[in-house]
T-cell receptor, first 115, second 115 residues
Framework: DQQVKQNSPSLSVQEGRISILNCDYT??????FLWYKKYPAEGPTFLIS?????DKNEDGRFTVFLNKSAKHLSLHIVPSQPGDSAVYFCAASAYRDTGRRALTFGSGTRLQVQP | DSGVTQTPKHLITATGQRVTLRCSPR?????VYWYQQSLDQGLQFLIQ???????AKGNILERFSAQQFPDLHSELNLSSLELGDSALYFCASSPSGTASYNEQFFGPGTRLTVL
């Protein structure tokens, strides 16, 4: 049972345009969401996060939107650059009873930014 | 460079064998997490240690075990290996085991191939 789903395995956009990566979740206990970027042969790198008390968080070219009623979040990259080409993972976290946190990851979306 | 190191980078072994993967967290981080990424899959959380103690367990098989040593490095032991255990194994660290919002920093991973 996949609690975090990234239904688009790949996305291709032109340099300078907006990239929109989507993520859906099913567990209503999730209260913190993160996006990670992964280049080949490297570990995932933290990109941006959002708490469930917010609906938007912005960091430079990256903005994450959270729609709790739809259990949906998205990552917007504007403008997209060739260096953004990577696999993007959505992850979610729930503050468990004992305060333990673990991340549940989606399967990733491969973004290709064409020059 | 995240500051998390993992050795070895690659490991090739045969079915039925046992291997040990090693992880050194970022300086000062007390929590270590292990994740498994199989082909075209998201990262699956296996287990978390905090300051030498097990904190959370995910989808970790009984054939797998882990520990965290006094110097905070961690080892993941995989035994009676099967073909399906071939995957990338990532280690991540974070400063606190009970942080409300913990961004985890990932190592470069160990690629395990079971023949």
């Amino acid at each position: 049972d996949q609690q975090v789903k990234q239904n688009s395995p790949s996305l291709s956009v032109q340099e300078g345009r907006i990239s929109i990566l989507n993520c859906d979740y099913t567990n209503s206990m999730f209260d913190y969401f993160l996006w990670y970027k992964k280049y080949p042969a490297e570990g995932p790198t933290f990109l941006i996060s959002i708490s469930s008390i917010k609906d938007k968080n912005e960091d430079g070219r990256f903005t994450v939107f959270l729609n709790k009623s739809a259990k949906h979040l998205s990552l917007h990259i504007v403008p997209s650059q060739p260096g953004d080409s990577a696999v993007y993972f959505c992850a979610a976290s729930a503050y468990r009873d004992t305060g333990r946190r673990a991340l549940t990851f989606g399967s990733g979306t491969r973004l290709q930014v064409q020059p | 460079d995240s500051g998390v190191t993992q050795t070895p980078k690659h490991l090739i072994t045969a079915t039925g064998q046992r291997v040990t993967l090693r992880c050194s967290p970022r300086s000062g981080d007390l929590s270590v997490y292990w994740y498994q990424q199989s082909l075209d899959q998201g990262l699956q959380f296996l287990i978390q240690y905090y300051n030498g103690e097990e904190r959370a367990k995910g989808n970790i098989l009984e054939r797998f075990s882990a520990q965290q040593f006094p110097d905070l490095h961690s080892e993941l032991n995989l035994s009676s290996l099967e073909l399906g255990d071939s995957a990338l194994y990532f280690c991540a660290s974070s400063p606190s085991g009970t942080a409300s919002y913990n961004e985890q920093f990932f190592g470069p991973g160990t690629r395990l191939t079971v023949l």
